[in-house]
């Protein structure tokens, strides 16, 4: 099992396929659902509770969903080893954004399940299936076209989305794996305007957010 905090994100799993245990709340008659256990607790109960350190109003305790692999999308995001919760959240909630249903996790990307990923995805995490996997053989499987970053590779703003694409993302300090960097078939870099030579790189979420807007802006086929 896990935990959800807060009204805001809890509200998203009844619209979901994940099945709630029981809620713990300073005020149930806020959540107002009578087809779930809800205890009622004290604010301090609530702290001893939770992982934040200034609790919300409520925790769920949640059923783990069984993992399910769907078919190649269209584009789907392939992750390499991301270590950080708050950029994986981050991550799961652009895809939300973007209308990516899939993402493909390295056996060693922080798990979609710590308390800090499920924060930081605001609910999006209902949304998006994610898969834990052996990267090197799903994508020597896969139809779709393995585009990763590169500060040599192709300028994001006249790059040609194909119809069918995995971006992957390496991690944050590392990269890309050298074996997983072998199965890529293009590369893309986002160009540096600023003069200063100072920042090296860009945070992986941010850099994500910036790849996908440019990826489907306007007009993009």
């Known amino acids: 099992m896990f935990l959800v905090e807060g009204n805001?994100?809890?509200?998203e799993l009844f619209n979901?396929?994940?099945?709630?245990?029981?809620?713990f709340s300073t005020d149930p008659q806020k959540l107002d659902r009578t087809d779930v256990p809800i205890t009622h607790v004290s604010e301090?109960?609530?702290k001893k509770i939770s992982f934040?350190?200034?609790?919300?109003d409520s925790v769920a305790v949640c059923y783990l969903k069984s993992e399910e692999i769907f078919e190649d999308k269209n584009v789907q995001l392939v992750l390499d080893g991301i270590q950080d919760p708050g950029n994986l959240g981050t991550i799961i909630r652009l895809a939300d954004w973007?209308?990516?249903?899939?993402?493909?996790?390295?056996?060693?990307?922080?798990?979609v399940y710590n308390p800090k990923v499920i924060m930081s995805t605001m609910g999006?995490?209902?949304r998006v299936n994610m898969v834990y996997t052996d990267l090197v053989e799903y994508r020597s499987s896969t139809k779709n076209i393995n585009i990763g970053t590169d500060m040599e590779g192709e300028n994001i703003y006249t790059f040609k989305k194909p119809e069918k694409m995995n971006l992957i993302l390496g991690n944050e300090g590392n990269g890309m794996r050298p074996e997983t960097e072998k199965l890529l078939q293009k590369s893309i870099s986002i160009p540096r305007f600023g003069k200063s030579q100072s920042t090296e790189s860009l945070n992986v979420s941010m850099a994500a957010g910036i790849i996908l807007g440019q990826l489907f802006r306007v007009g993009e086929k």
């Open 98 to 111: 973007f209308g990516i249903e899939q993402i493909i996790c390295s056996e060693d990307t922080v798990d």
């Open 8 to 11: 805001k994100i809890i509200c």
């Open 124 to 126: 999006s995490f209902t």
């Open 52 to 56: 934040l350190k200034t609790p919300k």
């Open 16 to 23: 979901s396929n994940f099945k709630i245990k029981e809620i």
């Open 44 to 46: 301090n109960e609530l």
